[in-house]
C-alpha cells in the first residue's frame, strides 16, 4: 500500500538514544515526526494527524550479522512501504560498529536490496554534536557539548577504548571494508565545498561505486549533502547511511523547498522535581554527571550486579523500587546506577558472572545491556504503580531500549531541545501511568557535568 501523500522520511535507529537524536533534529527543522518503538501501521499514522517523518527505533547495533538480517529486511521492507522521499539508516556519531556487532557494511547489503538502490550514500558529520568528517577521517569531540577536545576517532580517549567496538581505524572507508565486500569510495571536502551541482556532477562519474561517503565540517556542507539527497529522493526513494546530520542536512534543504510546510514551536517545559535518573551506561561522562548530581543533592541507589542471577532479580526489583518510592515521597531526585564509570567493580562482576554462564566476550556486553535494561524497566513500571512521576532521565543508549519495552511505549513525540541528540519527550502507551510521562534518553557521551540538574530544570544546554 502506498500512501498517497508520501513522508519526507522514515528512519530506523540502530540504538534508542540514537533514534531519539534523529526525532530532536527532524522536528527542530519543523517536520512533525513520531517516532514509533515497534514497527509502525499505516493506521496508526492516523493517531498523528500532519505527520511528516516517522522513525523506527532498533537495537541493530547490538546484533550480529544473522541477527541484523533477522531483523532490518522486515524493517526496511515496513519503511519502504510509506513510500517517503527519503529512508535512512541511522547510525551513531562516532561509526560504532564491527564485523561481528552493529555491522554497517551488513546494513547497506541489506538496505540496497530492499530499496533497489545500487550506490547508498553515508554522511558521517555531525558538526552539532562535534563529530566532522575530512578525506575520509573521522574526529570527534570529547562529549557533545561544551567545549571538549576534538580527537581523530582512534585517539579518542573513549571511543578508542569502547568496550565492545573500539575505534583502531579512523579512515571510514577503511574501517568499512572490514564489514563489507561492496565497493567504497569518497566525495571528499574539496568537493563539497563548491556545492551541490559539484556534489551531484561526481556523484555521476562514480555510479560505479555501491557505496560513498561524504566529508563534511559545518553546516554549509551538511546544507549542500541535504539538497542533493532532497533532489534525488524526488527521483525515487533514497536509502542513505550516516548520523543525524542527515536529518539536520535534510532539514536545511527542505527549509528552502517552499512546498514543504515546517513551522513547529516548542514552549519551555518548566522544572520537574524530583527527577528520577536510571543510568545504564559505563561511560566516563555519565560517570562525572552521576557524581555531581550526587554531590548536588541527589540520592544514590546501586543497582547490585547480583541481578544478573535471574534468582535475585525479583527480590531487587522490589527492594531497589520501594527505595526509590521512599526517596521521590521525601520529594528526594534519585540517580539509579548500573555503575559509575567503567572501573566500578559492578562492570568485572557482572563479566565474571555471565562468562560463568558461558558466554562470550562478544555476546557479554549484549547480554548484560539486556538483562540490565529489562530489570531497570521493570524497576521503574513498579514505582510507578504507586507514585507519579513527571519526568525521567534515561543514561545509556543500549540499556534504554530494553527499559522504554518493559514500559510497553509505542512511540514517542518530542517536547522539546534540552541537550544536542537528547531531547525531551512525550510517552504514547496504551498504559495509563505510562503514557504523558516526559522522558529523556541520553548516550553516554552525551551532556556537560551538571546534565540531571539541567534536565530537572528544564533548562536547555
Given at each position: 500500500?502506498?500512501r498517497e501523500?508520501?513522508l519526507?522520511l522514515?528512519?530506523?535507529g540502530?540504538d534508542?538514544?540514537g533514534s531519539?537524536?534523529?526525532?530532536?533534529?527532524?522536528t527542530?527543522?519543523?517536520?512533525k515526526t513520531?517516532?514509533?518503538?515497534?514497527?509502525?501501521?499505516h493506521k496508526?499514522l492516523?493517531?498523528?494527524?500532519?505527520?511528516q517523518?516517522?522513525?523506527?527505533a532498533?537495537?541493530?547495533?547490538s546484533?550480529?550479522?544473522?541477527?541484523m538480517e533477522?531483523?532490518l529486511?522486515?524493517?526496511?521492507e515496513?519503511?519502504?512501504?510509506?513510500?517517503?522521499e527519503?529512508?535512512?539508516y541511522?547510525v551513531c556519531s562516532?561509526?560504532d560498529s564491527?564485523?561481528?556487532?552493529?555491522?554497517?557494511?551488513?546494513?547497506?547489503?541489506?538496505?540496497?536490496?530492499v530499496?533497489?538502490?545500487k550506490?547508498?550514500f553515508?554522511?558521517?558529520a555531525?558538526?552539532?554534536?562535534?563529530r566532522?568528517c575530512v578525506f575520509?577521517?573521522l574526529?570527534?569531540?570529547?562529549?557533545t557539548t561544551g567545549n571538549g577536545?576534538i580527537?581523530?576517532?582512534d585517539?579518542?580517549?573513549?571511543?578508542?577504548?569502547h568496550p565492545?567496538t573500539?575505534?583502531h581505524?579512523a579512515d571510514?572507508?577503511?574501517h568499512?571494508?572490514?564489514?563489507?565486500?561492496?565497493?567504497i569510495d569518497?566525495?571528499?571536502i574539496t568537493?563539497?565545498e563548491k556545492?551541490?551541482?559539484?556534489?551531484?556532477?561526481?556523484i555521476?562519474?562514480?555510479?560505479n561505486?555501491e557505496?560513498?561517503?561524504l566529508d563534511?565540517?559545518n553546516?554549509?556542507?551538511?546544507?549542500?549533502?541535504?539538497?542533493?539527497?532532497h533532489?534525488k529522493?524526488k527521483?525515487k526513494?533514497l536509502?542513505t547511511?550516516g548520523s543525524?546530520g542527515?536529518?539536520?542536512a535534510?532539514g536545511?534543504?527542505w527549509?528552502?523547498?517552499?512546498?514543504i510546510k515546517?513551522?513547529?514551536?516548542?514552549?519551555?517545559?518548566?522544572?520537574?522535581s524530583p527527577l528520577?535518573v536510571?543510568s545504564g551506561?559505563?561511560s566516563?561522562v555519565t560517570a562525572?554527571?552521576?557524581e555531581?548530581?550526587i554531590?548536588?543533592?541527589?540520592?544514590?541507589?546501586a543497582?547490585?550486579?547480583?541481578?544478573m542471577?535471574?534468582?535475585?532479580?525479583?527480590?531487587?526489583?522490589?527492594s531497589?523500587?520501594?527505595e526509590?518510592?521512599?526517596?521521590?515521597?521525601?520529594?528526594?531526585?534519585v540517580?539509579?546506577?548500573?555503575?559509575?564509570?567503567n572501573h566500578?567493580p559492578?562492570?568485572?562482576e557482572t563479566?565474571?558472572?555471565?562468562?560463568h554462564s558461558?558466554?562470550?566476550?562478544?555476546?557479554?556486553?549484549k547480554q548484560s545491556?539486556?538483562?540490565y535494561g529489562?530489570?531497570?524497566?521493570q524497576?521503574?513500571?513498579e514505582?510507578l504503580?504507586y507514585?507519579k512521576?513527571?519526568?525521567?532521565?534515561?543514561a545509556?543508549g543500549?540499556t534504554?531500549?530494553y527499559a522504554a519495552?518493559?514500559l510497553?511505549?509505542?512511540?514517542?513525540?518530542m517536547i522539546?531541545?534540552?541537550a544536542?541528540g537528547?531531547?525531551?519527550c512525550?510517552?504514547?502507551?496504551e498504559?495509563e501511568?505510562v503514557?504523558g510521562l516526559?522522558?529523556?534518553?541520553k548516550?553516554?557521551?552525551?551532556?556537560t557535568v551538571?546534565?540531571?540538574?539541567k534536565?530537572?530544570?528544564?533548562?536547555?544546554l
Amino acid at each position: 500500500m502506498k500512501r498517497e501523500h508520501p513522508l519526507l522520511l522514515a528512519y530506523y535507529g540502530d540504538d534508542f538514544t540514537g533514534s531519539t537524536d534523529a526525532l530532536e533534529f527532524l522536528t527542530l527543522a519543523g517536520i512533525k515526526t513520531v517516532l514509533f518503538l515497534r514497527p509502525p501501521l499505516h493506521k496508526d499514522l492516523e493517531l498523528f494527524p500532519g505527520v511528516q517523518a516517522i522513525g523506527l527505533a532498533g537495537k541493530s547495533r547490538s546484533m550480529s550479522p544473522v541477527e541484523m538480517e533477522e531483523e532490518l529486511y522486515p524493517a526496511f521492507e515496513t519503511l519502504r512501504d510509506f513510500n517517503a522521499e527519503q529512508v535512512h539508516y541511522k547510525v551513531c556519531s562516532t561509526f560504532d560498529s564491527a564485523p561481528h556487532v552493529g555491522n554497517i557494511g551488513k546494513a547497506i547489503e541489506i538496505g540496497s536490496e530492499v530499496f533497489n538502490q545500487k550506490t547508498t550514500f553515508i554522511s558521517p558529520a555531525a558538526p552539532h554534536l562535534g563529530r566532522y568528517c575530512v578525506f575520509g577521517n573521522l574526529f570527534a569531540k570529547m562529549g557533545t557539548t561544551g567545549n571538549g577536545e576534538i580527537h581523530r576517532i582512534d585517539r579518542h580517549p573513549s571511543m578508542s577504548t569502547h568496550p565492545v567496538t573500539p575505534a583502531h581505524e579512523a579512515d571510514l572507508r577503511l574501517h568499512l571494508a572490514q564489514q563489507t565486500e561492496k565497493s567504497i569510495d569518497l566525495i571528499n571536502i574539496t568537493t563539497i565545498e563548491k556545492g551541490s551541482e559539484a556534489v551531484l556532477n561526481e556523484i555521476h562519474s562514480k555510479e560505479n561505486a555501491e557505496i560513498v561517503f561524504l566529508d563534511g565540517l559545518n553546516q554549509e556542507h551538511l546544507k549542500t549533502i541535504g539538497t542533493v539527497f532532497h533532489q534525488k529522493g524526488k527521483e525515487k526513494t533514497l536509502f542513505t547511511v550516516g548520523s543525524s546530520g542527515i536529518e539536520m542536512a535534510l532539514g536545511l534543504a527542505w527549509k528552502e523547498d517552499n512546498s514543504i510546510k515546517n513551522k513547529f514551536e516548542f514552549k519551555h517545559p518548566g522544572e520537574a522535581s524530583p527527577l528520577l535518573v536510571v543510568s545504564g551506561s559505563c561511560s566516563p561522562v555519565t560517570a562525572g554527571q552521576i557524581e555531581y548530581a550526587i554531590a548536588n543533592g541527589f540520592e544514590s541507589i546501586a543497582l547490585e550486579s547480583k541481578v544478573m542471577h535471574h534468582d535475585h532479580q525479583e527480590e531487587s526489583i522490589s527492594s531497589v523500587a520501594k527505595e526509590i518510592i521512599s526517596q521521590i515521597k521525601n520529594n528526594k531526585s534519585v540517580v539509579l546506577h548500573t555503575s559509575i564509570g567503567n572501573h566500578d567493580p559492578r562492570v568485572a562482576e557482572t563479566e565474571a558472572y555471565l562468562k560463568h554462564s558461558g558466554l562470550t566476550s562478544k555476546e557479554i556486553q549484549k547480554q548484560s545491556s539486556k538483562i540490565y535494561g529489562r530489570v531497570l524497566g521493570q524497576i521503574i513500571k513498579e514505582v510507578l504503580q504507586y507514585i507519579k512521576i513527571q519526568r525521567i532521565l534515561f543514561a545509556g543508549g543500549d540499556t534504554s531500549s530494553y527499559a522504554a519495552s518493559e514500559l510497553e511505549i509505542f512511540a514517542l513525540e518530542m517536547i522539546a531541545p534540552l541537550a544536542p541528540g537528547a531531547p525531551l519527550c512525550k510517552a504514547i502507551s496504551e498504559d495509563e501511568k505510562v503514557n504523558g510521562l516526559e522522558l529523556n534518553f541520553k548516550g553516554g557521551q552525551v551532556g556537560t557535568v551538571d546534565y540531571f540538574i539541567k534536565v530537572q530544570k528544564g533548562e536547555k544546554l
